[in-house]
């Protein structure tokens, strides 16, 4: 009998393959439920749950766990604006107070410590999901184990009252330092560079609107980069001499940025330049990164070309070009000085900021120009990358494609070729022409100045032309 049994082969083995499976998920889920019922937990409420779980799966519609890539996202944001304004807010102090100040250190302790303590608690995911569930306005499906522990439950309610403790201090932190921010002020006095250090004023003759004099026109003797023999001056110009426009680009950080300059041509007289520079004071240098951090004051400088640009192509060696202007009127011109000369009274009457982005030596001319032209110049990503400014004016007409009148147009090479200014004046003896137009007609060798338009019409119709060939070309 016993052999009998031992030799025959149990009754609950003879099942079909899908009833052992069966019998092996309830063999896995008779151990589970042991280590579960160890730690305290019912079995009865694990066999409920996995009757519920049961359901779920095999219910066809049921509505599938929802995705996590939004949450992921906007955890990745809510990260990226804390770490971005907090950058910004140090860099701020920073080019204000300088990095000896104790201020600064001060105030970089106080934000990267609250910053990291936010990381330390998983402020991320928390504030991510409750935003999200805000946003989206759907319910987060949790499978949340049963009989949890009130510990839990006080950890997680420490740890969300922290998190907005910290999130607040912090907002509290940058409000308060933004606000600082603004009130800073730009100021007229300071310990200016020699370059910088006088204002162009002017005043109209009485009897006739068209004669302007100028004062503190700038007219120094360049010996190197960094001395110079002092000269400020007075001159008088007739509008109604004007004849032309230069503008004139020099490189001296990469083909992407350059100081843009613009030169007034007079029929009788030698050119006028201007420039928007920052106004720097004694010891100081400028900084792209600074100038937007209102670190340094807006200047208008009106100065002879033997001086603003030679400085730049023979005392400094920066790479200089000069791009005569086509396709104007002489309103059009008349009207961009009295633009200059309006700029001047405001500045004087009222300081303001250089701005990198909105407000540098390129994009107050395009602002300026774009009015005056009856907005002939449409807006471009070039305007903000000034080293790019040549190569838009061509595009746009203002840039004659065949002012040679021959069957070749010029391409931007040939113009980058033609207009190049170094080495027309290497070895140039600037203090040898103090008040003449030798350097002026010097950097213009190769170049055909181009005569302004007749009518509004002929203008327009050049411009367009001339971009037309650009575009084919």
Not at 321 to 341: C, D, T, W
Not at 420 to 448: A, C, M, T, W, Y
């Amino acid at each position: 009998m016993l052999q009998t049994l031992l030799w025959s082969k149990p009754s609950f083995l003879k099942i079909n393959p899908m009833s052992l499976r069966a019998f092996v998920s309830r063999l896995l889920s008779s151990h589970s439920n042991s280590h579960r019922s160890d730690n305290g937990l019912d079995s009865h409420g694990l066999e409920a749950d996995n009757l519920n779980n049961g359901i779920k799966a095999s219910a066809p519609n049921s509505n599938p766990p929802k995705s996590k890539w939004r949450h992921y996202l906007l955890q990745f944001l809510i990260a990226l604006t804390l770490i971005l304004s907090a950058v910004w807010l140090l860099l701020a102090i920073w080019y204000q107070f300088g990095g000896h100040s104790v201020i600064t250190w001060l105030t970089i302790a106080l934000i990267v410590g609250v910053l990291a303590t936010l990381l330390g608690v998983n402020a991320w995911s928390k504030t991510a999901e409750k935003l999200m569930d805000r946003l989206t306005s759907e319910r987060r499906i949790s499978n949340k184990k049963s009989n949890v522990k009130k510990t839990n439950n006080k950890k997680t309610t420490t740890k969300k009252t922290a998190t907005r403790w910290l999130v607040g201090s912090y907002a509290a932190i940058w409000v308060i330092g933004f606000g600082w921010f603004m009130t800073i002020e730009p100021k007229q006095q300071r310990d200016w560079m020699p370059e910088v250090s006088e204002r162009v004023t002017y005043t109209r003759d009485a009897t006739n609107p068209d004669l302007i004099t100028l004062t503190n026109v700038r007219n120094f003797d360049w010996h190197n980069a960094d001395a110079a023999t002092e000269r400020w001056e007075t001159r008088t110009i007739d509008m109604s001499k004007l004849s032309g426009v230069d503008v004139t680009n020099s490189y001296w950080m990469g083909p992407l940025i350059a100081h843009t300059l613009v030169s007034f041509r007079f029929e009788d007289d030698r050119p006028l330049a201007f420039s928007f520079e920052i106004r720097k004071e004694n010891g100081e240098s400028f900084s792209a990164l600074a100038g937007f951090f209102r670190r340094f004051e807006l200047s208008l400088v009106a100065a002879e070309e033997r001086d603003i640009i030679y400085t730049r192509s023979n005392a400094r060696g920066e790479q200089v070009y000069l791009f005569p202007i086509s396709h104007l009127q002489q309103h059009e011109v008349k009207a961009l000085f009295k633009s200059y000369l309006i700029a001047a009274d405001e500045l004087n009457e009222e300081p303001t900021w250089y701005n990198t982005l909105i407000s540098n030596c390129t994009n107050i001319i395009f602002y300026m120009a774009r009015i005056v032209s009856d907005d002939r110049l449409p807006w471009d990503y070039r305007i903000w990358v000034s080293g790019w400014l040549p190569n838009y004016l061509h595009d746009v007409g203002m840039l004659d494609t065949n002012p040679e009148k021959t069957g070749q147009p010029w391409s931007m090479d040939t113009w980058y070729e033609r207009t190049h200014i170094n080495p027309k004046v290497k070895g140039f003896h600037n203090n040898n022409d103090i008040h003449g137009s030798e350097f002026s007609q010097q950097i213009r060798q190769g170049i055909l100045i181009p005569s302004l338009a007749d009518s509004r019409t002929d203008a327009k119709v050049g411009a367009k032309s001339a971009a037309q060939a650009s575009n084919e070309y």
